[in-house]
């Protein structure tokens, strides 16, 4: 008879637990089984299918996953999320949801919420891949996955008990797919560090991280809903691949400013995950490890900024990227003395502890820092669920109680003002971040006016009253000097976003409280429809109209027109006849956003364009074939000249001995025949569009009697906007501003200011020039933070040069920015649009080309 110890029971239960393992761990595909290869080897990249076909095979073998398809990606391809945690809790998965749900929307009582905190489970966001280039996060992903499936150490399983890890291994499959095949295609060749010469998005390329209060982007909008509608996670970790050099990895805290409408135990909770991390990858012994460098705690917009003004802890980390499946190797002499804020990069520093001092560095390196992160963050959440999830709880109650309290209570938005649909489009994206919207049912009083039914009101007692307060009101971006007299910081990315502005929208602020009946107003329709010149929404409609073969006309002070059975005399007296505008977009062979969101707002509102390349414009062919041709910012030298043949073009911080060409046939620009189509084009009646900085094109090869009297100076010398909304005065009587009101907003990063260079006589025929519209004579700023405005003021901003038989119209703005700007589309879209119409009786100078 056999005497069981206690350390023999324990021993039998352990030897028990691993065998009822190992069929779990047979069945489980390898990360290597599946690839052939262990994910980060040396110049091998997993696309899109091997990705999620990895994750459909983990999803069959255990039921430690589910998958879900979220949406469909710009290009039509499955958006998956995989749900990880311990088997109990997939099973119970909509439990857990419906309590994170009551408790992040602070729905529930205290007595609930404390249970609900007790019994609940962290959930944890982890994304990758949404900037493509960066290749390791999605690379990483089969790795991370693999553990929280198989892992049977102590800390993993407590991760799954505690934790619902909600992974998307690829939130960009579009441009994940283009890399891919772009480095396969080059690896082993001269070009194998080429960058993908067009956008790694169908429309915004890098600016898919610049989409996430405006969500113009399909994939924006879909893991949205997750965050701010299905699942809100209580941690969101977006990872990228940019760290100052020789940083291995930047980690939380941020740098300076901090924007004041952060919660500011959000930003201490960052902070506190960003310790955890540190301190893991002390322990571990990986050296690199960076912090309050860069990337500040100001902006909005960004996945992992937005969610911190939904009392979520957005986590974004920057790990070093050699150049896609490439490795390098690096001497200590490689390295700099220095990072760009002057802080030593060869010796320890608070935020630089162990710096890294050189060697080899690949994909497989980047995995392995990126998997410390992961489970510093996954372990901070296991061992603080409950914390975690009152926390949410808590920062939902406080907003609510501060919004009841006023300054401000309420923000009303007319439903009958200017552009309705705008507004009404405001409130809809607005919704889709979890904003909740009210229409009065009756006629109210607020803020000492009389407002009547149907008025949308946003009142401010509300879960993300942050978010709210943050995209309605103007910033004021904090002058921080490198000590009494030195430069501003600059922000990492703009400096005012203010909604209502970039969209043209009236909105007003309700300091106290009122009574009113309000009833919900559920997810907004987009608006559609109309045809009230002052709405950019009229554009969809008369595309619509135009593309069915309709007749639309157009009055002298730009009213539409449309034609009615039986004839009008409005219709009959009209001053253009609209004809469906030939559109041409000149799409280099560089990753140019501006030309992306060009063509996004094209799309959107159903103008019909064609893409020409640098040969095409060489060629001349299109010259008679279109009425307008928009180039969008980008520098005259690389417009004409792009890429030069044996040019170095690696954007990384790739090592010396590795090949870093350009592909021939993506090299050069227009060149100088280029050029001469594009005056030929003009001259002979056609319409130049040119935004910002490449307005130098037509300002420096063609005889235009223009001068820039300022553009923006990054360096502080003079004029600089870094990225704000402006005051400007429009001369509403042209046609290319019909719609847009006297006192408008733009949003100017970047810029120019023109003077006009000639005398008041001899401004008029084929050589006149009018000033579209001008920067502010005073109080130019609106939004965020300029400098040297003088330089500017009482300036022209926008101007419509008359060049032989065509026009020039010449952006010192970027008036489509990131698809974000609305106020400002209708001077894009009249500019098209007139350039194509046919003037009737009395309008032959405003009129399209014959």
Request: hydrophobic share 40%; net charge neutral; no cysteine.
């Amino acid at each position: 008879m056999r005497i069981w110890t206690v350390r023999g029971i324990a021993s039998a239960i352990a030897f028990a637990f691993l065998l009822s393992a190992q069929p779990l761990r047979a069945q489980v595909p390898t990360p290597k089984e599946h690839l052939g290869y262990t994910p980060g080897d040396d110049y091998k990249l997993a696309g899109y299918g091997e990705v999620t076909g990895y994750f459909r095979k983990l999803a069959a073998a255990s039921g430690r996953i589910r998958l879900e398809e979220i949406g469909k990606s710009s290009e039509g391809k499955p958006m998956l999320v995989a749900f990880l945690s311990s088997e109990g809790n997939l099973r119970q998965l909509d439990r857990w949801k419906q309590m994170n749900r009551r408790l992040a929307l602070g729905q529930a009582t205290v007595e609930e919420a404390r249970r609900m905190a007790r019994e609940g489970r962290t959930i944890v966001w982890i994304d990758s891949g949404l900037h493509a280039s960066e290749v390791a996060p999605v690379q990483h992903s089969f790795d991370l996955a693999y553990r929280m499936v198989t892992g049977e150490d102590e800390e993993t399983r407590r991760i799954r008990d505690k934790v619902i890890l909600l992974q998307m291994p690829v939130i960009n499959p579009d441009g994940l797919e283009w890399i891919t095949q772009w480095y396969r295609k080059n690896v082993g060749t001269p070009y194998e560090l080429a960058p993908l010469p067009f956008l790694y998005h169908k429309y915004a390329g890098h600016d898919n991280n610049r989409d996430w209060f405006m969500m113009n982007l399909p994939e924006t909008r879909h893991v949205s809903r997750m965050f701010y509608e299905e699942w809100f996670p209580q941690i969101i970790y977006n990872q990228h691949q940019s760290p100052a050099f020789p940083a291995r990895i930047f980690v939380p805290p941020y740098a300076e400013p901090l924007n004041p409408n952060i919660p500011s135990s959000v930003l201490e909770g960052v902070s506190r995950i960003g310790a955890a991390m540190r301190e893991r990858f002390a322990r571990e012994g990986k050296p690199g490890v960076l912090s309050y460098y860069g990337y500040d705690a100001w902006w909005n917009g960004g996945l992992r900024t937005a969610p911190k003004f939904h009392n979520m802890h957005g986590i974004l980390t920057e790990t070093a990227l050699h150049s896609y499946g490439t490795p390098g190797e690096y001497a200590l002499s490689d390295l700099p003395e220095r990072f760009g804020n002057g802080m030593p990069a060869k010796e320890p520093s608070i935020f630089y502890s162990m710096p890294w001092m050189g060697g080899r560095w690949g994909t497989r390196q980047a995995i392995d820092y990126m998997l410390t992160a992961d489970f510093a963050i996954l372990d901070l959440a296991a061992s603080r669920s409950e914390y975690f999830l009152w926390k949410a709880y808590e920062l939902a109650r406080a907003a609510i109680e501060a919004g009841n309290k006023g300054g401000p209570y309420a923000y009303v938005i007319p439903a009958a003002q200017w552009d309705a649909p705008a507004a009404v489009d405001m409130l809809r994206r607005l919704q889709l971040a979890g904003i909740q919207v009210e229409r009065a049912k009756s006629q109210f009083q607020a803020g000492g006016k009389s407002w009547p039914a149907g008025t949308y009101v946003m009142r401010a007692g509300q879960p993300f009253r942050s978010y709210l307060v943050d995209l309605m009101e103007k910033q004021h971006y904090p002058e921080i000097k490198t000590g009494q007299t030195g430069p501003t910081k600059k922000p990492y990315d703009v400096a005012g976003w203010t909604l209502p502005m970039n969209m043209g929208v009236e909105a007003h602020r309700i300091e106290q409280g009122f009574e009113a009946t309000l009833e919900t107003a559920h997810l907004l329709d987009a608006p559609r429809g109309t045809t009230d010149y002052r709405h950019t929404e009229s554009f969809r409609t008369i595309a619509g109209k135009l593309g069915a073969g309709g007749r639309v006309r157009r009055s002298a002070k730009g009213e539409w027109l449309m034609e009615e059975p039986g004839g009008s005399e409005a219709f009959a007296h009209a001053a253009y006849e609209m004809r469906q505008p030939r559109v041409a977009v000149y799409q280099p062979y560089v990753a140019n956003m501006d030309a992306g969101w060009t063509q996004y707002v094209l799309d959107e509102y159903q103008t019909p364009y064609t893409a020409l390349h640098n040969e095409e414009i060489a060629a001349g062919d299109w010259v008679a074939k279109f009425d307008v041709l928009i180039l969008a910012s980008q520098a005259m030298n690389s417009i004409l000249h792009g890429v030069r043949m044996g040019q170095p073009v690696a954007t990384l911080r790739s090592a010396k001995s590795i090949p870093s060409l350009q592909r021939p046939e993506f090299t050069g620009g227009i060149g100088l025949a280029g050029a001469s189509r594009i005056e030929e084009f003009v001259r002979g009646g056609g319409t130049l569009l040119a935004f910002d900085a490449a307005t130098d094109l037509p300002l420096q090869m063609f005889p235009l009697p223009l001068r820039v009297s300022a553009r923006s100076d990054e360096n502080g010398k003079g004029y600089y906007s870094p990225g704000s909304i402006l005051r400007i005065q429009v001369e509403t009587t042209n046609p290319i501003a019909w719609g847009v009101p006297e006192n408008a907003y733009a949003f100017a990063s970047g810029g120019m200011a023109w003077d006009v260079t000639l005398l008041r006589d001899y401004n008029k025929g084929d050589r006149e020039v009018k000033s579209v519209a001008k920067y502010a004579r005073r109080d130019l700023l609106a939004s965020g933070w300029i400098s040297g405005e003088s330089a500017v003021e009482g300036r022209t901003i926008l101007a419509d040069v008359r060049f032989g038989k065509g026009r020039v119209v010449l952006f010192g703005f970027r008036p489509q920015f990131r698809a974000q700007s609305v106020g400002t589309f209708k001077f894009v879209l009249n500019a098209i649009y007139q350039a194509a119409a046919k003037p009737l009786e009395g309008a032959a100078a405003s009129g399209g080309r014959e």
